[in-house]
């Protein structure tokens, strides 16, 4: 007799791969070249220098007059952002053969966590959202920012060059959205030659993307309606001096940077475990020149 397709089904197994395939790709140039340093109490507090006291021509016997320099006191609150997920202990104990049904809900959990960092990072405002914390929108001054254009514009070798300019003391790397990577990716192959796009970083152990030689995170949390005269739909590019002297860095409180993960226990009333992922963080912007940015990119 022949077949029948339920015995056939019977005889075929299903054919299962090992491992979830990611969705959401991320780009880590921005943990790669970021740098933190530890806060040991809720406020971070710092001192920026506001008028430096100078001197005066004078003539002889005359009286000199007094001055002495300004300082602007500076203080940052540490924020937390925390998640946690309730695993069925059956599935975990049961259901893990091929994947580690732990392993791989934190996995996840730390890689929305670090979505929302990223997001925060550029558009975070303790005004608007107590909770979180000043990101770079807010924090770049108006002396620091430049735009293409009246109404926006496309970006150019020349708004870069500006751009990395503004950042006095020397920009260690852009950030920008993938899509104005694409277009000042199109304005080298215009050139023609060496594109030089990529280097190499010690920190890193693989190629970056990189213009002028300076590195380039891309962060796809930049907003892409940004207004700038008649155009309502535009972006834009920082220059950031990352370090933790006088440039743009991160904080975080605790024994480390980066998400902890914490095993709450069972839970009382469901066969479950809780687990926890918590950081305790946010940024300072040491100097006001150490950030730049170019608005009113059209190149989204």
């Known amino acids: 007799?022949?077949?029948?397709?339920?015995?056939?089904?019977?005889?075929?197994?299903?054919?299962?791969?090992?491992?979830?395939?990611?969705?959401?790709?991320?780009?880590?140039?921005?943990?790669?070249?970021?740098?933190?340093?530890?806060?040991?109490?809720?406020?971070?507090?710092?001192?920026?220098?506001?008028?430096?006291?100078?001197?005066?021509?004078?003539?002889?016997?005359?009286?000199?007059?007094?001055?002495?320099?300004?300082f602007d006191p500076v203080n940052v609150t540490l924020k937390r952002i925390a998640g946690q997920v309730d695993i069925?202990?059956?599935?975990?104990?049961?259901?893990?053969?091929?994947?580690?049904?732990?392993?791989?809900?934190?996995a996840q959990k730390a890689k929305g966590m670090g979505r929302q960092f990223r997001a925060a990072l550029v558009n975070g405002d303790s005004a608007v959202d107590v909770k979180t914390f000043d990101g770079l929108k807010k924090l770049t001054p108006a002396a620091q920012t430049l735009y293409t254009g009246v109404n926006g514009g496309p970006v150019s070798f020349s708004m870069l060059d500006e751009l990395k300019d503004a950042v006095k003391l020397g920009a260690d790397a852009f950030m920008m959205r993938q899509g104005t990577w694409r277009a000042i990716r199109e304005l080298n192959r215009a050139m023609g030659g060496n594109m030089a796009d990529h280097i190499m970083l010690n920190?890193?152990?693989?190629?970056?993307?990189?213009?002028?030689?300076?590195?380039?995170?891309?962060n796809d949390f930049l907003p892409i309606d940004e207004v700038r005269g008649t155009e309502t739909a535009s972006t834009s590019i920082y220059a950031l001096r990352l370090n933790e002297v006088d440039g743009f860095h991160g904080l975080f409180g605790g024994p480390a940077a980066g998400f902890r993960m914490e095993k709450v226990g069972l839970l009382e009333t469901k066969d479950a475990t809780r687990w926890r992922m918590k950081w305790y963080v946010a940024a300072a912007l040491k100097a006001t020149h150490a950030v730049s940015r170019l608005g009113g990119v059209t190149n989204i």
Do not use: C, H
């Open 1 to 70: 007799m022949p077949l029948l397709e339920a015995e056939a089904l019977k005889l075929s197994m299903e054919d299962r791969q090992r491992g979830v395939i990611e969705e959401i790709i991320d780009k880590d140039e921005l943990f790669a070249l970021f740098p933190f340093t530890q806060a040991t109490d809720l406020t971070y507090s710092y001192v920026r220098e506001k008028t430096a006291a100078g001197g005066a021509w004078f003539s002889a016997y005359e009286t000199l007059e007094e001055s002495a320099s300004e």
């Open 88 to 106: 069925d202990n059956f599935q975990a104990e049961v259901q893990s053969g091929l994947n580690d049904q732990v392993a791989i809900q934190l």
């Open 203 to 218: 920190n890193f152990g693989m190629p970056v993307k990189a213009f002028d030689g300076t590195p380039v995170i891309i």
